[in-house]
């Protein structure tokens, strides 16, 4: 473990040594994003001075208390709200609406309840125009690997909350998404269930190294699963640390018994006691 966990901002310095070539481009870069919203009282803003490089390939988490903007976030990189104030990029050119090859993972599973489960996965498809046979091996496939094989042709109602959102995060992979966006997905599951999620997960992505980013209001959670913690504060909403996760992958339940994660824990609580949003002690 790095041996300052608070060494981290929103941006690191880019540094181009003499005569080298300069970096590549952020997978997604984030400048000064703001959003607000119009009321009769005037505009709320809920976002504001969002600076924030994703690096490709990366497990990103965004930690915050209830009302800091996180999901607004989120649905703002996903195309699902409009950007009042500063630029998204992805790959340095200017990202409007949804960026391409992205999968999204609600908080609720928003399942078809009248459609099959295989048919609530292939529906990305048909959003896309694509032919459902030629997805339907793949769909499959990935119901098998979240432990659905069996219930391809149960209905949605029939299955518990935990088994609804494995198919909804079969949904969000059947075309092999690049960057997936993770609204608290397990927010509403019991613990159990949570644990086995964050697992199967971490795998997945051990296995695809596809971008991710995750909001979450856990802290073991976000630690658990990422390569790096965005914390964020509310009134409005921002960025207040970035901190690198610097712990080995694979990684497994019994790690967060080890000191190295329990001194993660303990900076990000101190962090957010420092901003009243938690009480320490």
Same mark, same amino acid.
């Given at each position: 473990?790095?041996?300052?966990?608070?060494?981290?901002?929103?941006?690191?310095?880019?540094?181009?040594?003499?005569?080298?070539?300069?970096?590549?481009?952020?997978?997604?870069?984030?400048?000064?994003?703001?959003?607000?919203?119009?009321?009769?009282?005037?505009?709320? /803003?809920?976002?504001? *001075?969002?600076?924030?490089?994703?690096?490709?390939?990366?497990?990103?988490?965004? #930690?915050?208390?209830?009302? $800091?903007?996180?999901?607004?976030? #989120?649905?703002?990189?996903?195309?699902?709200?409009?950007?009042?104030?500063?630029?998204?990029?992805?790959?340095?050119?200017?990202?409007? *609406?949804?960026? %391409?090859?992205?999968?999204? &993972?609600? /908080?609720?599973?928003?399942?078809?309840?009248?459609?099959?489960?295989?048919?609530?996965?292939?529906?990305?498809?048909?959003?896309?125009?694509?032919?459902?046979?030629?997805?339907? %091996?793949?769909?499959?496939?990935?119901?098998?690997?979240?432990?659905?094989?069996?219930?391809?042709?149960?209905?949605?109602?029939?299955?518990?909350?935990?088994?609804? /959102?494995?198919?909804?995060? $079969?949904?969000?992979?059947? $075309?092999?998404?690049?960057?997936?966006?993770?609204?608290?997905?397990?927010?509403?599951?019991?613990?159990?269930?949570?644990?086995?999620?964050?697992?199967? #997960?971490?795998?997945?992505?051990?296995?695809?190294?596809?971008?991710?980013?995750? &909001?979450?209001?856990?802290?073991?959670?976000?630690?658990?699963?990422?390569?790096?913690?965005?914390?964020?504060?509310?009134?409005?909403?921002?960025?207040?640390?970035?901190?690198?996760?610097?712990?080995?992958? %694979?990684?497994?339940?019994?790690?967060?018994?080890?000191?190295?994660?329990?001194?993660?824990?303990?900076?990000?609580?101190?962090?957010?006691? *420092?901003? *009243?949003? #938690?009480?320490?002690?």
């Amino acid at each position: 473990m790095r041996t300052a966990l608070a060494m981290k901002t929103t941006e690191p310095a880019a540094a181009v040594a003499a005569g080298a070539s300069p970096p590549a481009p952020a997978y997604l870069s984030l400048d000064g994003v703001g959003k607000a919203y119009g009321s009769r009282h005037g505009a709320v /803003q809920a976002l504001a *001075g969002i600076g924030l490089e994703v690096r490709e390939g990366e497990f990103l988490s965004i #930690l915050g208390p209830s009302g $800091c903007g996180k999901s607004t976030l #989120l649905k703002c990189i996903g195309g699902l709200e409009d950007i009042t104030g500063g630029s998204l990029r992805l790959r340095g050119r200017p990202l409007s *609406g949804p960026p %391409p090859k992205a999968g999204m &993972v609600f /908080q609720r599973d928003v399942l078809l309840d009248w459609r099959t489960v295989l048919d609530n996965v292939l529906i990305t498809a048909e959003f896309l125009r694509l032919r459902r046979e030629d997805l339907k %091996p793949r769909a499959l496939q990935l119901l098998q690997r979240f432990g659905l094989s069996g219930f391809e042709n149960r209905h949605p109602w029939e299955l518990s909350g935990g088994m609804r /959102q494995r198919a909804s995060i $079969c949904r969000a992979l059947l $075309c092999d998404p690049e960057l997936l966006l993770m609204d608290e997905p397990f927010g509403a599951l019991d613990a159990m269930t949570r644990d086995d999620l964050n697992l199967e #997960l971490a795998r997945i992505w051990q296995d695809t190294r596809k971008t991710v980013i995750f &909001v979450t209001h856990g802290i073991s959670e976000a630690i658990f699963l990422s390569d790096r913690v965005v914390m964020m504060d509310r009134n409005p909403g921002r960025i207040v640390e970035v901190l690198d996760i610097d712990l080995p992958r %694979p990684r497994h339940l019994a790690l967060r018994e080890t000191p190295e994660f329990g001194r993660y824990v303990a900076h990000i609580r101190h962090l957010f006691a *420092g901003l *009243g949003i #938690l009480k320490e002690g």
